[in-house]
Nanobody, 125 residues
Framework: QVQLVESGGGLVQAGGSLRVSCEAS????????MGWFRQASGKERDFVAT??????YYADSVKGRFTISRANAANTVFLQMNSLKPEDTAVYYC????????????????????WGQGTQVTVSS
């Protein structure tokens, strides 16, 4: 069975950095695009970033501050978050969709087949 397990969340001051990770199991990792979404308290789940086998795509709100990467040998996707702002506070979820298409096509949560349990990121002002 497919499992996605996030780790690395925590509390950080505004302007700081944090890296969250997501390890996948039960799937052929290279065949999947991996996405990060976030959900702040009382709000909808929003797209953050996605990475396919050959491309990446970011939400405008994080472009230039966040970097998504993947280590296929370790079945892991990372989200490096720099210059964090209080409005980045949310539960961060990783998700997987089986595709070789470009990352820019996969920005809706409904497109993703598998989800992790989420990791809390809190940015204090």
């Amino acid at each position: 069975q497919v499992q996605l397990v996030e780790s690395g969340g925590g509390l950080v001051q505004a302007g700081g950095s944090l890296r969250v990770s997501c390890e996948a199991s039960g799937l052929t990792f290279e065949n999947y695009a991996m996405g990060w979404f976030r959900q702040a308290s009382g709000k909808e789940r929003d797209f953050v970033a996605t990475i396919s086998i050959a491309s990446t795509y970011y939400a405008d709100s994080v472009k230039g501050r966040f970097t998504i990467s993947r280590a296929n040998a370790a079945n892991t996707v990372f989200l490096q978050m720099n210059s964090l702002k209080p409005e980045d506070t949310a539960v961060y979820y990783c998700a997987a969709v089986r595709t070789w298409g470009p990352a820019s096509l996969y920005i809706r949560s409904s497109q993703y087949q598998y989800w992790g349990q989420g990791t809390q990121v809190t940015v204090s002002s």
